[in-house]
């Protein structure tokens, strides 16, 4: 498995992860900065294996 595929898959499943809670429900600050974190750290990572996947892509 390619390292640009485990980063998306990482990504993607961080954000999940985010969204399930979310979607549970809270009111604690400091859950909701947890999963704002989880989220720009999921998009980040689905980022950074988009764009490694690109540049193999274009060689």
Not at 29 to 50: H, S, W
Request: hydrophobic share 55%; charged share 15%; aromatic share 6%.
């Amino acid at each position: 498995m390619s390292v640009e595929k485990v980063l998306m898959g990482a990504g993607t499943a961080l954000f999940v992860v985010m969204a399930v809670l979310l979607k549970v429900g809270t009111t604690s600050m400091g859950l909701f900065v947890t999963y704002g974190v989880l989220a720009m750290i999921g998009a980040g990572a689905a980022l950074a294996g988009k764009k490694l996947r690109d540049q193999s892509r274009g060689r």
